[in-house]
């Protein structure tokens, strides 16, 4: 059986919420590093947060779970400035070929690309780099 890393995190609830949505639809999926991460958050940016792993055959179909459950959260949270439920996901790879850029993304981020992940209001365009609390 032979596994691949789907997402990394850095709170084990969030970790363990999403290995449970994948184990309620027959996915089979586990956690690596949970136990360091939780022990040591300062260890978090060293082993590269809590990494959720699943079978490499239902990858694909996980990655659209996650999607779809992201999007109907999404569906009820409203925007903090506008108050409209208009919340869109706003993702980022930097993935350089050149051999300098890689070389700095791995000085000062540790890895050779990176990935950025934001929310955007669709009704008044304001970004957001975290979700705002739903409550």
Do not use: H
């Amino acid at each position: 059986m032979n596994f691949k890393q789907i997402a990394s995190y850095d709170n084990y609830m969030l970790a363990n919420m999403t290995m449970g949505l994948m184990t309620e639809n027959d996915i089979k999926c586990q956690l690596k590093d949970e136990n360091i991460v939780t022990m040591d958050p300062l260890l978090n940016a060293a082993v590269g947060g809590i990494k959720l792993l699943v079978e490499e055959k239902d990858y694909d179909k996980a990655l659209a779970l996650m999607i779809e459950a992201e999007n109907d959260y999404l569906k009820d949270i409203p925007c903090p400035s506008c108050k409209s439920l208009s919340l869109t996901v706003e993702e980022k790879t930097n993935a350089p070929a050149d051999f300098w850029d890689k070389l700095k993304n791995q000085v000062l981020f540790g890895q050779t690309s990176t990935y950025k992940k934001g929310y955007r209001c669709a009704n008044c365009k304001k970004y957001f780099s975290e979700l705002p609390p739903s409550f």
